[in-house]
């Protein structure tokens, strides 16, 4: 599921609150699309969207990959500073200067090194689809708020963090203020990958999703 503001989804006027209110048009989806307690899964805004959906409609359980909302203030603006940069060259150089310049290894590793630790590994394709994204989304405007959003409520079912060990936009570090804030919440790292898990070790964040999901279904399994 797309949010609001990505991969072609209308967003809508963004404001302090635009992760309550992204969760609130998530949970609205889930009830049109009929998905009822559902795992929800999301990666970096995603995941804070994730746990705020939590708080307003019954889940499962979440897995957050490398959320934001943990972070210090300075990391949360320089954060979105790199994200609003990027969004910006990746609209500017156009569709096909961004085709030929992510099919050179040399222009690819730069263009994706502060999103991933494996820049080299990342198809050419994959890196054009995940620029080309990035420029269509509204994340130029939502990042003048999210940079500004802590998570501080509460997660009324089982929680997964999954932390990537070399990410440079969401530090590991955070999963300190995480474990602070969300006592009886699940932590995994991933070693060597950047923010793009998914991307960086695809096997392990499968992995890591998948034996969450795994626990949630045994957990409803003996619940009387």
Same mark, same amino acid.
Request: hydrophobic share 50%; charged share 20%; net charge positive.
């Given at each position: ?71 210090? !203030?300075? &990391? ?5 500073? @790199?994200?609003?940069?990027? +969004?910006?060259?990746?609209?500017? /150089?156009? %569709? *096909? ?52 959003? !802590?998570? &501080? ?5 089982? @929680?997964?963090?999954?932390? +990537?060990?070399?990410?440079?936009? /969401?530090? %590991? *570090? ?51």
């Amino acid at each position: 599921m797309n949010l609001p503001g990505h991969g072609g989804e209308p967003g809508f006027d963004y404001d302090a609150g635009v992760i309550t209110a992204t969760a609130r048009r998530v949970a609205d989806r889930l009830l049109d699309l009929g998905l009822v307690y559902p795992h929800v899964v999301g990666h970096s805004m995603g995941g804070a969207v994730a746990l705020e959906l939590a708080g307003l409609t019954p889940v499962a359980g979440v897995t957050a990959l490398c959320p934001i909302g943990f972070w210090t !203030r300075p &990391r949360a603006w320089t954060t979105a500073a @790199v994200l609003r940069n990027a +969004a910006r060259l990746s609209a500017f /150089v156009g %569709p *096909a200067t961004r085709s030929r310049l992510l099919a050179d290894p040399v222009m690819r590793r730069l263009a994706l090194a502060a999103f991933s630790a494996k820049p080299s590994l990342i198809r050419p394709q994959v890196a054009v689809a995940a620029a080309s994204a990035l420029a269509s989304s509204d994340i130029v405007t939502m990042t003048k708020f999210t940079r500004r959003y !802590r998570f &501080r409520g509460q997660v009324p079912c089982p @929680v997964q963090f999954a932390w +990537a060990a070399k990410d440079r936009l /969401v530090p %590991p *570090a955070d999963a300190v203020r995480a474990r602070r804030l969300l006592p009886r919440a699940l932590h995994a790292f991933v070693p060597g990958s950047g923010h793009l898990v998914m991307d960086d070790d695809p096997d392990l964040t499968a992995s890591i999703v998948g034996n969450h999901a795994l626990r949630l279904l045994c957990a409803d399994a003996v619940d009387p």
